[in-house]
């Protein structure tokens, strides 16, 4: 298998994760009745952008472990609920 191929089969796994991620993000912040501006202002951001963007994929965007740990206590859940 060329490297190219290996390569591009590991971007879309990647891909996958951070769509996966981001769906159940958004699942468990709708299951706690959290709106993504109280998420956003929980976690420490004046603005909506960095979670309604990686709940979504949107251009690539993606939560980072640091913004996952960050949710997980906030929502009191987990952080491996989020990779289910």
Same mark, same amino acid.
């Given at each position: 298998?060329?490297?190219?191929?290996?390569? !591009?089969?590991?971007? +879309?796994?990647?891909?996958?994760?951070?769509? $996966?991620? #981001? $769906?159940?993000?958004?699942? *468990?912040?709708?299951?706690? #009745?959290? %709106?993504?501006?109280?998420?956003?202002?929980?976690?420490?951001?004046?603005?909506?952008?960095?979670? %309604?963007?990686? +709940?979504? *994929? *949107?251009?690539? !965007?993606?939560?980072?472990?640091?913004?996952?740990?960050?949710?997980? $206590?906030?929502?009191?859940?987990?952080?491996?609920?989020?990779? $289910?």
């Amino acid at each position: 298998m060329s490297y190219s191929r290996v390569f !591009k089969m590991i971007e +879309e796994s990647k891909e996958e994760l951070y769509i $996966k991620i #981001g $769906k159940n993000v958004a699942k *468990y912040r709708k299951e706690a #009745g959290i %709106s993504q501006l109280e998420l956003s202002l929980l976690m420490d951001y004046k603005s909506i952008s960095i979670v %309604s963007s990686a +709940e979504i *994929y *949107y251009k690539g !965007k993606h939560f980072n472990l640091e913004h996952l740990l960050k949710i997980s $206590k906030i929502l009191k859940i987990d952080i491996c609920y989020f990779l $289910k």
